[in-house]
């Protein structure tokens, strides 16, 4: 699996001749299959001719250089009006939105992945949308939850919401701590509530408790001609 922008200057060597025939330029997408259908390839000489390779003709995809079996293998664009066509529709993936079915906006597409064995593009790299509003960086998608590729927007099954991947540390991971820091500020407030419901009734009782104490001393106690708090006589047994 590779960057598709790392394909761009590699060296194409044909292996029948031993010569290089040229350097990638760019790549052409078949939007439909998800895949690259070819390399564009720019020749060497005074006289530069773009050409185009056909990913199934490409022979192998290495660290510094890309093989072909010939030169033959690179066909200028009106032998190959398939290639041309696409060429034409423009859909360069990067660049584009990606937005879920349900109108969700995931972000925009900074690069894509290339199975070097098929071509096919095996996920997109994508920043901003969606992402930022949980989680700053950059993540991964799987275009196996991609529905459509078009030429300004990615459309995806609503399950690719769940299937985001961040590229430094999982992002279900983020969400789970998200969630669970959530929970916490959730529970902090419900003891906070409880302490102060505490606090409250701690005062309530300081406030009560001297009335209390006020209300059963009177019982014993009555006031004299100038206000002042005296004892109670005692009352002389009834009956005598």
């Not at 529905?147 to 969400?175: D, Q």
Request: with cysteine; aromatic share 6%.
């Amino acid at each position: 699996m590779r960057k598709s922008k790392q394909f761009t200057g590699m060296p194409v060597i044909s292996l029948q001749e031993g010569q290089q025939i040229g350097v990638v330029r760019g790549l052409v997408v078949d939007p439909e299959k998800k895949a690259v259908a070819a390399l564009i390839i720019e020749q060497k000489g005074w006289f530069k001719e773009q050409k185009y390779i056909p990913f199934s003709r490409v022979h192998s995809v290495g660290e510094n250089v890309i093989t072909v079996d010939r030169s033959s293998n690179a066909e200028r664009g009106a032998k190959l009006p398939d290639i041309v066509k696409l060429v034409k529709d423009r859909i360069g993936i990067t660049g584009a939105r990606i937005v879920t079915e349900n109108g969700t906006l995931l972000g925009q597409v900074d690069e894509y992945y290339v199975d070097l064995e098929a071509g096919d593009i095996v996920g997109l790299e994508f920043s901003g949308g969606f992402l930022d509003s949980v989680i700053s960086g950059r993540a991964f998608l799987d275009t196996a939850f991609v529905r459509t590729i078009g030429r300004e927007v990615i459309v995806t099954s609503n399950e690719a919401l769940a299937n985001v991947i961040k590229i430094e540390g999982g992002l279900a991971e983020s969400l789970r701590q998200l969630q669970k820091s959530t929970s916490q500020a959730w529970d902090t407030t419900r003891q906070k509530t409880r302490e102060l419901g505490e606090a409250i009734n701690r005062s309530l009782e300081r406030v009560r408790g001297p009335r209390d104490e006020e209300t059963t001393c009177s019982c014993n106690q009555y006031h004299g001609p100038n206000g002042e708090a005296r004892e109670q006589p005692e009352q002389p047994p009834q009956g005598k």
